[in-house]
């Protein structure tokens, strides 16, 4: 680009170093692997440009050289590849759940290296939860301070993504009044960090994981555990909505007669539907076998054990998550629906109940069309949340 085309269009030449740059990473980014020829052709910049910003993407630590073994490249031999360099650069998440939350480092390719979960007790209050999640996050800060590109923050809904605020957390300590992630920013005022939701999140993984090479137009992720949440993936893009609360599956109501919810409405799937009503379903019948309480873990071992009274009862569960996906399939015609979180592993037979009830309640053109998947047993949310950070930041 000519000097004063570049000026025309406002741009300086540090701008425009800065965009070959980002458009270079994100090559490499998505490519996962490609060689320097493929960047030229891809990106349309020249060979010597891409030479040079490449090397000072190694030179920071962004990038490294791999080889592309035989078949990798266009000429079928063996050559120089680039990827994006696992260190030393690092991305902080915390996971807020209901009963507990989780902090974890990542390197920039996405391992986790490092986790810990900390139990959020009953009575705790938003400032203690605060208090704890800073506490955790700073034993982490001191592995990765030097070399740390932001921190991402996944939460419950109904979250408000654009605005940043939790709008309800159902059986939990109230939320609403307290401004978790502009807490978290005046805290650590010198990390950039991003908030999203963690259904948003989650599905943002499976689209980078499946979604890109199933060519899914429309990509129903089913957020089943502790709440239940889903994320839609149109054409690529996570759906957000007008105030960023879209795809809130778990306050869509399967009783006009049932409990009231905190959200204002009736008989919300979620009441029905979360491990939590789960375990409390269960716990009748476990008080007979064990003084203490039943855990989810437990469950997920007697559903595949076969114990009756928990295959009852997950069965059921499994029912009622059909009806809300019914009304959701009903509404956005997916060809790509991922049952994820806790729930998945519950596995292939969970899944198949499910399927048998949709069968029967959707139009079979619609029912056929649709291919269903349980979410692999890797922590969504957590990779959804890295990748929303590098792209913030790096891309
Ligand atoms: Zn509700």
Redesign the pocket.
Known sequence: MMLSEMRSRGLTVKSVQEFNRRVILRLIYEKKLCSRTEIVESSSLDASTVTRVVQQLVDDGFVEESILQKGENQRGRRSIGLRIAADPHRVLVVRLQRLNFQVAMLDLRGSILKSAEVQIKPISTAENIFEQIVESLNSFLDLCKENLLGIGVTLPGPFLEDSERIA?I?ETTDWRQFDLIQRLRVHYQQIPVYSKHDAKAAALAVWISQGLDSNSKVTLYLSAGQGIGSGLVLSGEVFRGSLGTAG?I??T?IDLNGPL?????RG?L??YSSSLALLRNLEVNWQEISSRSISFEEVVVAYHEQQPVVVKEVEIVAKYLAQGLINCINLINPDLIVIGDEYARFGERFLNIIKSHLQTSTLPSVFKNINFQLAPQTDLVINGSFHHVIQSELL
Request: a negative charge; aromatic letters at 0%.
């Open positions: 309800l159902t809130e778990g306050h109501s919810c905190k959200c204002g409405n919300c979620e009441i």
